[in-house]
């Protein structure tokens, strides 16, 4: 796919991104391995996610810093320090500062040695709001924390907007098999796993090995059927109203189970094709974050698929940190999209009849 023109391009930008996630994904799994030999994830311990996910945040910031040295740095990130400075956190921050630091050294790409106030001003760089003009990275950098734990599915999902919209977002899955979902529980399929999920505005999607596999071309897949059609949706069930979700799959003739998996990770493997629909309808009063949407989405988009709200508009991520419109999220391929939304916007209209008094 060519460039339209009048789009810069965002080829070194792209190439930072891609090398700071995955520098980031290498201390998750490093977090990851501990947790799952040490059992901590049984007792519901919630220090190793908290290590991983700012010493995430740190390797993207400094990986950013050092990659992209034109124009001023702006990112909205999940975390910030204030905790870290509060009396009893020495420890974490310690951890915090040794894992970053043992990473750095094994990969070699960079002689640096971080203290731990460089550990803190690095997380702080999260702190922006972003907004419809200039240049903010969007950060998530542990997506999918439950699946974390669990040593099921993540995420470190990064994205770029400029002057309002998403113009590229790279998603790191160190979890999820390389060529397909299907092959989710079957660990005897000797499928590789991990999957680096990259885009850039008008120039397509791509897939490459963690490990730095020449990228491939990705699309969504080309089923126009919904009878023929699966979708993916939150793993953890407080996340998405799964009532409604299986009136709006009855309703369009869907016949597959749903296929649940945390994260970003879901729109990476829409993107490749494993599925024809991702959805998610959180509950009333949830407001959905930049983050959490951002680098998934142009990968989507760029994949050949759509991403709209419930009813139809595209995200808007230039109002801040929290996308406005939050009724709920659906990604597709073009074919589907229409009957898909006909469907949810029925649903809807049915559960507002239903809960009426009248
Ligand atoms: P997923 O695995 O797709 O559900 O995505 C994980 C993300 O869901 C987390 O990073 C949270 O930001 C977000 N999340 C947390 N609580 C909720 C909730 N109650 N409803 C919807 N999303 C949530
Ligand atoms: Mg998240």
């Not at 009048?6 to 190439?15: D, M, T, V």
């Not at 740190?58 to 740095?73: H, I, K, P």
Request: aromatic share 6%.
């Amino acid at each position: 796919m060519s460039r339209p023109a009048g789009n810069p391009s965002y080829a070194a930008e792209l190439g930072a991104a891609k090398k700071a996630v995955a520098l980031a994904a290498r201390l998750c799994q490093t977090v990851q391995q501990e947790i799952v030999q040490s059992d901590i994830q049984s007792k519901a311990d919630k220090t190793p996610v908290t290590v991983a996910d700012y010493g995430s945040q740190v390797l993207v910031s400094l990986v950013l810093n050092m990659e992209v040295t034109s124009g001023s740095f702006s990112m909205v990130a999940e975390e910030d320090s204030e905790d870290l400075r509060k009396d009893g956190a020495e420890e974490i921050l310690e951890r915090i500062t040794d894992l970053v630091n043992k990473t750095l050294a094994e990969d070699g790409s960079y002689n640096i040695l971080l203290s731990k106030e460089a550990i803190l001003s690095a997380i702080d760089t999260g702190k922006s709001e972003g907004g419809p003009s200039g240049r903010h990275w969007v950060l998530d950098p542990i997506d999918g924390t439950k699946g974390f734990v669990r040593g099921g599915q993540y995420a470190i999902a990064l994205a770029l907007l400029d002057e309002g919209r998403v113009v590229l977002g790279v998603l790191g899955c160190p979890n999820l098999p390389f060529t397909s979902v299907s092959n989710l529980s079957g660990s005897s399929s000797g499928d590789q796993t991990g999957a680096l999920f990259s885009a850039a505005i008008g120039c397509g999607a791509e897939v490459q090995s963690l490990d730095g596999s020449p990228p491939q071309k990705i699309s969504v897949c080309t089923i126009d059927n919904p009878a023929n059609a699966s979708f993916f949706e939150s793993y953890e069930g407080a996340h998405s109203m799964r009532d409604f979700t299986g009136s709006v799959a009855e309703k369009l003739g869907v016949q597959a189970p749903p296929v649940r998996i945390d994260s970003q990770a879901k729109y990476g493997a829409l993107a490749r094709g494993d599925g024809a629909i991702y959805w998610r309808f959180p509950h009333e009063g949830y407001r959905e974050t930049i983050w959490d949407h951002a680098a998934g989405s142009i990968v989507v988009t760029e994949a050949g698929g759509v991403v709209k709200d419930a009813s139809g508009n595209d995200l808007d991520f230039s109002k801040g940190r929290y996308l406005v419109r939050d009724t709920g999220i659906i990604a597709t391929n073009k074919q589907l999209m229409p009957s898909v939304l006909k469907c949810v916007q029925e649903a809807i209209k049915e559960k507002k009849q239903a809960s009426s008094p009248l």
